[in-house]
């Protein structure tokens, strides 16, 4: 049976070219897009997530990071450290802005998350140092290794805005949120170039607890206990930065992916359905012969099951191999390519398949074998 | 002696295509016995019903009054799934325009038709390639239909229908694309081949020139088969 289907494809060479290159296509799309948005979905919540904080506290209304319209008092922060299952808070100052490299065209103004904590508690703070001094003295600041690469800037450049700049001093890892980066100052620096007014006004208070098994507990017994505070812990916090910057982009890629799909079928049906037309006749000899109609439509799953495997093959392969030279041209295509994507692409490569051959199927249940009989 | 078996029997078969005003009556009341080793020649203008009387001797169509009996069993009211078993099983055919399968060597092309469920693929091959060597077709066993000659090709259809050892041959107008001197080739080889086996051949042709091949001849006209002896 597999030797029909095969000889049977290998004949006609251009056709098998074409529906494997038909169904890698769409492979290599719904591929590179699945990681693609992996890739964005773990760097946007990687910050956030990595603060070893277990809570966020924002005022009511606060959504995520990124987009944050927090705005607390400094005081808030006392009142929280006197409850009893407190250990430590930090206050946080976060604010989206734009920012060039001193000496470059304002056009070339890039975003930027800047970020005041506190260098006697670390907590918000970079991450992990790259290069340079942590914590960043008055006037400095620490950017991100991707906003070196992106923007070309380095440790003793300045960053304008306005009137203002800062020094970079230090490069640290894991603030990258593709379409921006963070870009870490002490309190007392954001609250002067940010002219903060008042300057006691604060974005965000982390909090770590004694018995962080307690977190989610407290945080619904807080924000029962205080009106105007919205209280996360670091993945809710994590998943709603996510939820903020991804969520408008999710349908937009679902749809990308179904017409994806839709193109590596419709291209592997047709050119299974054509090749079973024009081999009709052999299918009404092997009919005549005595070859059941469950003997046929097995040959034509098989065609189209080799085809699909052959399509699978080359553009999971061309996924693999092509998304981090991609990744290295354009810098915000962040790709993580997961294990699990390929599994779930290979069901849809095997749906792919089976619909792909149930047309031509249908067709063959009406080839009448005494047709062959005639010259 | 053995007594020749009957392997073909076709009692009073009529068959209407269509209804009502459109209906064409192809075969009339046709009976016909084919026994093992002999060799059954039906002859007929173009249009005279000798397809469909050979479509329905090979359980590929339902004859629309009479009984058909294939070794023994009546194939009349059989479903589409045990008429495909009949067929594998017990009849073998050799067809005017040859039939193979191009994207398939010769050898393939035999195996896959000698194949039966459940039996080993080296037995398969071995038995095609011996059917083909027995027709002088050692030298083409890897060679694809479009490379053979029409009688090579001619052959190996008859290679591929000895193969499935089957017990009644039926071959529809064998030599219609073949010349004179090959036609007759092929016709000699598989009367000689097909009785060295035991099998009942059934021939329909209008070529008279194979008379000599056949045993017993009969005449269709206007779908009425009668005996020429």
């Given at each position: 049976?597999?030797?029909?289907?095969?000889k049977?494809?290998?004949?006609?060479?251009?056709?098998?070219?074409?529906?494997?290159?038909?169904?890698?296509?769409?492979?290599?799309?719904?591929?590179?897009?699945?990681?693609?948005?992996?890739?964005?979905?773990?760097?946007?919540?990687?910050?956030?997530?990595?603060?070893?904080?277990?809570?966020?506290?924002?005022?009511?209304?606060?959504?995520?990071?990124?987009?944050?319209?927090?705005?607390?008092?400094?005081?808030?922060?006392?009142?929280?450290?006197?409850?009893?299952?407190?250990?430590t808070?930090s206050?946080?100052?976060?604010?989206?802005?734009?920012m060039?490299?001193?000496?470059?065209?304002p056009?070339?103004?890039?975003?930027?998350?800047?970020?005041?904590?506190?260098?006697?508690?670390?907590?918000?703070?970079?991450?992990?140092?790259?290069?340079?001094?942590?914590?960043?003295?008055?006037?400095?600041?620490?950017?991100?290794e991707?906003?070196?690469?992106?923007?070309?800037?380095?440790?003793?450049?300045?960053?304008?805005?306005?009137?203002?700049?800062?020094?970079?001093?230090?490069?640290?890892?894991?603030?990258?949120?593709?379409?921006?980066?963070?870009?870490?100052?002490?309190?007392?620096?954001?609250?002067?170039?940010?002219?903060?007014?008042?300057?006691?006004?604060?974005?965000?208070?982390?909090?770590?607890?004694?018995?962080?098994?307690?977190?989610?507990?407290?945080?619904?017994?807080?924000?029962?206990?205080?009106?105007?505070?919205?209280?996360?812990?670091?993945?809710?916090?994590?998943?709603?930065?996510?939820?903020?910057?991804?969520?408008?982009?999710?349908?937009?890629?679902?749809?990308v992916?179904?017409?994806?799909?839709?193109?590596?079928?419709?291209?592997?049906?047709?050119?299974?359905?054509?090749?079973t037309?024009?081999?009709?006749?052999e299918?009404?000899?092997?009919?005549?012969?005595?070859?059941?109609?469950?003997?046929?439509?097995?040959?034509?799953?098989?065609?189209?099951?080799?085809?699909?495997?052959?399509?699978?093959?080359?553009g999971?392969?061309?996924?693999?191999?092509?998304?981090?030279?991609?990744?290295?041209?354009?810098?915000?295509?962040?790709?993580?390519?997961?294990?699990?994507?390929?599994?779930?692409?290979?069901?849809?490569?095997?749906?792919?398949?089976?619909?792909?051959?149930?047309?031509?199927?249908?067709?063959?249940?009406?080839?009448?074998?005494?047709?062959?009989?005639?010259? | 002696?053995?007594?020749?078996?009957?392997?073909?029997?076709?009692?009073?078969?009529?068959?209407?295509?269509?209804?009502?005003?459109?209906?064409?009556?192809?075969?009339?009341?046709?009976?016909?016995?084919?026994?093992?080793?002999?060799?059954?020649?039906?002859?007929?203008?173009?249009?005279?019903?000798k397809?469909?009387?050979?479509?329905?001797?090979?359980?590929?169509?339902?004859?629309?009054?009479?009984?058909?009996?294939?070794?023994?069993?009546?194939?009349?009211?059989?479903?589409?799934?045990?008429?495909?078993?009949?067929?594998?099983?017990?009849?073998?055919?050799?067809?005017?325009?040859?039939?193979?399968?191009?994207?398939?060597?010769?050898?393939?092309?035999?195996?896959?038709?000698?194949?039966?469920?459940?039996?080993?693929?080296?037995?398969?091959?071995?038995?095609?390639?011996?059917?083909?060597?027995?027709l002088?077709?050692?030298?083409?066993?890897?060679?694809?239909?479009?490379?053979?000659?029409?009688?090579?090709?001619?052959?190996?259809?008859?290679?591929?229908?000895?193969?499935?050892?089957?017990?009644?041959?039926l071959?529809?107008?064998?030599?219609?694309?073949?010349?004179?001197?090959?036609?007759h080739?092929?016709?000699?080889?598989?009367?000689?081949?097909?009785?060295?086996?035991?099998?009942?051949?059934?021939?329909?042709?209008?070529?008279?020139?194979?008379?000599?091949?056949?045993?017993?001849?009969?005449?269709?006209?206007?779908?009425?088969?009668?005996?020429?002896?």
């Amino acid at each position: 049976m597999l030797l029909v289907a095969r000889k049977n494809l290998l004949t006609e060479r251009i056709r098998l070219a074409l529906s494997v290159g038909g169904v890698a296509l769409s492979v290599f799309l719904i591929g590179i897009l699945l990681s693609l948005y992996r890739g964005w979905d773990q760097k946007v919540g990687e910050y956030v997530e990595a603060v070893p904080a277990d809570l966020w506290v924002g005022s009511e209304g606060t959504t995520d990071f990124i987009q944050a319209a927090s705005v607390l008092p400094e005081g808030a922060g006392v009142q929280l450290s006197l409850l009893p299952e407190v250990d430590t808070v930090s206050p946080l100052i976060a604010r989206p802005l734009q920012m060039r490299r001193a000496g470059d065209d304002p056009n070339d103004a890039f975003d930027m998350e800047l970020v005041g904590y506190d260098p006697a508690s670390t907590l918000g703070g970079p991450l992990a140092m790259v290069e340079g001094k942590s914590p960043p003295g008055p006037g400095e600041v620490v950017i991100d290794e991707a906003t070196r690469e992106r923007h070309d800037v380095e440790i003793g450049d300045r960053l304008v805005r306005g009137t203002q700049s800062l020094t970079v001093v230090g490069i640290s890892s894991g603030g990258d949120f593709v379409f921006s980066q963070v870009a870490f100052i002490t309190l007392d620096t954001a609250t002067t170039f940010l002219s903060l007014e008042p300057e006691t006004q604060r974005t965000f208070f982390l909090l770590t607890l004694h018995d962080p098994s307690q977190t989610e507990a407290l945080a619904k017994r807080l924000e029962a206990a205080a009106p105007g505070v919205a209280f996360f812990t670091g993945k809710e916090f994590a998943n709603e930065t996510r939820q903020r910057l991804l969520g408008n982009i999710l349908p937009m890629l679902v749809v990308v992916l179904v017409v994806a799909f839709i193109v590596g079928l419709a291209v592997a049906g047709i050119t299974i359905y054509t090749a079973t037309v024009e081999k009709s006749r052999e299918y009404g000899i092997l009919k005549a012969e005595g070859f059941t109609n469950g003997f046929l439509y097995r040959v034509v799953l098989e065609q189209s099951l080799i085809t699909s495997a052959l399509g699978f093959i080359v553009g999971a392969g061309a996924t693999v191999i092509l998304a981090p030279f991609a990744q290295n041209l354009v810098p915000q295509f962040v790709v993580f390519v997961r294990w699990q994507d390929l599994l779930g692409i290979t069901a849809a490569t095997l749906l792919m398949a089976i619909i792909a051959a149930f047309i031509p199927i249908r067709r063959l249940a009406q080839v009448d074998p005494v047709t062959v009989f005639k010259g | 002696m053995p007594t020749p078996e009957v392997i073909l029997r076709m009692e009073g078969v009529t068959k209407v295509y269509g209804s009502g005003e459109t209906a064409v009556t192809a075969l009339v009341d046709a009976s016909l016995e084919a026994h093992t080793g002999e060799v059954i020649l039906v002859m007929g203008p173009s249009g005279s019903g000798k397809t469909t009387l050979l479509t329905i001797a090979g359980a590929l169509l339902r004859p629309t009054r009479g009984q058909v009996h294939i070794c023994g069993t009546n194939i009349t009211g059989m479903n589409e799934g045990h008429l495909a078993a009949i067929r594998r099983e017990m009849v073998g055919f050799v067809y005017q325009s040859f039939n193979l399968l191009e994207a398939l060597t010769v050898l393939e092309n035999v195996r896959l038709v000698a194949s039966d469920r459940g039996s080993n693929g080296a037995i398969h091959r071995d038995r095609a390639k011996e059917m083909l060597e027995t027709l002088g077709l050692g030298h083409r066993l890897n060679s694809l239909p479009k490379q053979l000659s029409d009688g090579e090709k001619q052959r190996v259809a008859i290679a591929r229908a000895l193969a499935k050892t089957p017990a009644l041959m039926l071959a529809d107008e064998p030599t219609a694309n073949l010349d004179a001197k090959r036609g007759h080739e092929v016709m000699e080889l598989l009367r000689q081949k097909a009785l060295g086996m035991d099998k009942a051949v059934v021939i329909v042709s209008h070529d008279h020139r194979i008379r000599d091949v056949a045993d017993r001849v009969f005449w269709l006209e206007d779908g009425r088969l009668q005996s020429e002896s």
